[in-house]
């Protein structure tokens, strides 16, 4: 007897929702990861909403690089909640099914919003550059045309990014089976389901993300190459490490963003293990959200002074 999953599977036009298998089928399991991820969920929304309201309510935090941090903290909020939510309904209720137009924007979404994301950084890394390589310069290079026209651009592009992804994937006939080994609308475990032969989507997948990952990862690169090298040239080590410490923050965020990315997508989709990647998406996907916030309050000392600001019961006098 057909179930449910296996109707309405003999193309794309008539596939009417895929299954998502989740993180675990074990009862108990479900409600342990559901407590942990509902509390990581909260507090990634609590610390990057901090963070905006921070940079916006506090004028010493009124400069390019919090102006991007407010960009990044709200892209965090956004993405978090793209797939967070979907996930947890998933372990609490046991309700796998999500329709095709909901996996689509999903996907669009998530690389919207990734993509997005890597141009922010790489901002951000610019940003850095001018302030230690050109400070004297720094309120030209870093006017606020310049440092808003580059977060437009860094949206714009992931906009772009993910319509050519999602397209291109969600056009294939899908009438092999409509389960996915994920938790969230991922390109990889879609391409598996795909019928026929889809190494040409395969490939043009793989060289968009290319060349929208290693475009800002080159700039990101190039910036700290230009950073490394000023910092090198000053005397005194106590200057070095002063100035390092202005940009250590972002470099571990980068680190953390492009590390876990990379892994999971600038590779070939033949070496595709599902279980691996579904447990590495959790990184990008729930715990870099979830750490930027606290990367930056923790080694930064102007975030932590308007803390603790915000905190104080009195004023100083």
Same mark, same amino acid.
């Not at 598996?192 to 290319?210: N, P």
């Given at each position: ?58 004028? %010493? *935090?009124? @400069?390019?690089?919090? #102006? !991007? =941090? ?10 978090? $909640? ?21 996996? %689509? *924007?999903? @996907?669009?979404?998530? #690389? !919207? =919003? ?10 951000? $890394? ?192």
């Amino acid at each position: 007897m057909q179930t449910k999953k296996e109707n309405s599977l003999q193309n794309n036009t008539g596939l009417v929702e895929f299954i998502l298998l989740g993180l675990s089928d074990d009862p108990n399991m479900q409600i342990i990861l559901f407590s942990i991820f509902l509390v990581i969920y909260i507090i990634t929304l609590a610390g990057n909403l901090l963070i905006i309201l921070l940079t916006l309510t506090d004028p %010493a *935090l009124h @400069t390019p690089m919090y #102006f !991007f =941090l407010r960009n990044l903290s709200f892209l965090e909020i956004c993405y978090t $909640s793209v797939n967070v939510p979907k996930m947890l309904d998933n372990l609490l209720s046991g309700n796998k099914f999500i329709s095709f137009i909901s996996c %689509a *924007l999903q @996907t669009y979404f998530t #690389f !919207f =919003l990734g993509g997005s994301g890597s141009f922010l950084l790489a901002s951000m $890394s610019y940003d850095r550059y001018v302030a230690i390589c050109k400070p004297l310069h720094y309120p030209v290079l870093m006017s606020r045309k310049v440092y808003t026209s580059l977060a437009v651009a860094s949206w714009l592009s992931g906009f772009f990014m993910s319509f050519g992804h999602t397209s291109m994937v969600f056009t294939l006939p899908f009438c092999a089976s409509n389960v996915i080994n994920h938790f969230f609308c991922d390109i990889p475990p879609l391409l598996k389901l795909a019928c026929g032969d889809t190494s040409r989507i395969e490939i043009a997948v793989f060289a968009v993300a290319m060349v929208f990952v290693s475009l800002p990862f080159i700039l990101i690169l190039l910036s700290y190459a230009g950073i490394i090298a000023a910092i090198l040239r000053i005397s005194s080590s106590e200057g070095r490490k002063k100035t390092f410490s202005t940009c250590s923050s972002h470099l571990i965020v980068v680190t953390l963003f492009y590390g876990s990315g990379c892994i999971t997508y600038l590779k070939p989709n033949s070496t595709y293990l599902p279980n691996m990647d579904k447990y590495l998406s959790l990184f990008y996907t729930v715990l870099c959200p979830l750490l930027n916030p606290v990367i930056y309050s923790l080694r930064n000392k102007e975030v932590k002074s308007a803390l603790g600001i915000m905190f104080r019961r009195k004023p100083l006098r």
